[in-house]
Each structure stands twice: as C-alpha cells, then as structure tokens.
T-cell receptor, first 111, second 114 residues
Framework: DAKTTQPPSMDCAEGRAANLPCNHS???????VYWYRQIHSQGPQYIIH???NNETNEMASLIITEDRKSSTLILPHATLRDTAVYYC????????????FGKGTRLHILP | ETGVTQSPTHLIKTRGQQVTLRCSSQ?????VSWYQQALGQGPQFIFQ???????GRGNFPPRFSGLQFPNYSSELNVNALELDDSALYLC?????????????FGPGTRLLVL
C-alpha cells in the first residue's frame, strides 16, 4: 500500500503557484520523498525528490516539514500544460526496484 | 522525453491469447521495471529486470513473465489473457547502483482484451 495521502483533486489558476500537499506520517528516517506527474495518456514523469532539506529544480520546489511527516510540491507559475495527476511517493534508499504509487492528486489548471 | 521507448502503442487481443510488449531503455541505463495501470488507478509494479534476471516482483501471477536482453531492452509477456488485463503497460528504466536512483518512464502500451 502507498504510504502517502494526497487530496484527490485540486484547481489552480494559470500563472499562480500550485501547492500540492502530501502526508507521509509513517515515513522512516532514511526514506526519500519523490514526486512524479502523469499527463493524460503519457507515462509518469519524474519531477523532484528530497530527504530532509527543501529542494528546487527547473520544474518545481519541494518543501518538507521539519518532522518529515508532510511535504508540499510547488509549481511556481502554473501553466495549462501542468494539468496532470501528481503522485507523491516515499521510497527507502538503495531500493532500486518498485515504486509504489497511490492515486495521486488530479491538478486542473484553470485559464 | 525520457529516451525510453515502447512498442506497440496500442494493441487489441482476445481473451486467452498471448501478448508480448517491448521496451527500449534509456541510453546508459541497466535496469527495466514494468508497471500495469488500470483506468483511474496509479501504476502497479509488475517486476524489474537487472542484468537479465528478475530483480523483484509485485503481486502478479506467473502468466506475467519477462526478459531482459544484453542491450538492456526488455519484453513483457502475458499468457492466457483475461479481460482484467486491459490496461496501460508502462516500462521504466534506471541505473542501478547510482545514488538516489530515479526511474524514467516510457509512453506506455495500451492493451485492450476483448
């Protein structure tokens, strides 16, 4: 079973920051938080991952709370192309096999 | 694009038939994982192949089998197809042994079983 809880859907206005929450209250100390997204009829796309510190790349920022029980993915300036299902995933280090996906959050970007 | 390719893109089979799906991994990657995604659900892990051997398996019956070739490409074979096998089949490639390994997904093969 997935170790994360996400809202089933969210709306965000185009041009605004999209903030997607994720709860992972049972995360272990050495487990990473990963985010993927899946645009309709495509394969999942890796976005970002982190352990304790906040992370930023060209796609998004990841904010992890100090107790690591929750995190937020931030898309700073959402566009219509960001409409997708976003998956928050917890993975142990050095586990190179399966990714356990939940149902994710369906993000709708509104024009 | 990730550089992971899959073929065919779409496929229609009838119940009881067998199917083979193919995946070419991203250049430099040595591992391929397969996932099944039913409509409205997240992807479910089927198995992973590393160095041409199965390296982990999800909760799928033995009629789901696979191969990995020396060039790291891979096949997923499903025997005795059932209606519930209708799904999007995804493969993902990665480089085992790299710190904080990330899997990169292909576009998928959509299988319809009638």
């Amino acid at each position: 079973d997935a170790k994360t809880t996400q809202p089933p859907s969210m709306d965000c206005a185009e041009g605004r920051a999209a903030n997607l929450p994720c709860n992972h209250s049972t995360i272990s100390g050495n487990e990473y938080v990963y985010w993927y997204r899946q645009i309709h009829s495509q394969g999942p796309q890796y976005i970002i991952h982190g352990l304790k510190n906040n992370e930023t790349n060209e796609m998004a920022s990841l904010i992890i709370t100090e107790d690591r029980k929750s995190s937020t993915l931030i898309l700073p300036h959402a566009t219509l192309r960001d409409t997708a299902v976003y998956y928050c995933i917890v993975r142990p280090p050095n586990r190179d096999d399966k990714i356990i996906f939940g149902k994710g959050t369906r993000l709708h970007i509104l024009p | 694009e990730t550089g992971v390719t899959q073929s065919p893109t779409h496929l229609i089979k009838t119940r009881g038939q067998q199917v083979t799906l193919r995946c070419s991994s991203q250049s430099g990657h040595n591992t391929v994982s397969w996932y099944q995604q039913a409509l409205g659900q997240g992807p479910q892990f089927i198995f992973q192949y590393y160095r041409e051997e199965e390296n982990g398996r999800g909760n799928f019956p033995p009629r789901f089998s696979g191969l990995q070739f020396p060039n790291y490409s891979s096949e997923l074979n499903v025997n005795a197809l059932e209606l519930d096998d209708s799904a999007l089949y995804l493969c993902a490639s990665s480089l085992v042994g790299q710190a904080r390994e990330t899997q990169y997904f292909g576009p998928g093969t959509r299988l319809l079983v009638l």
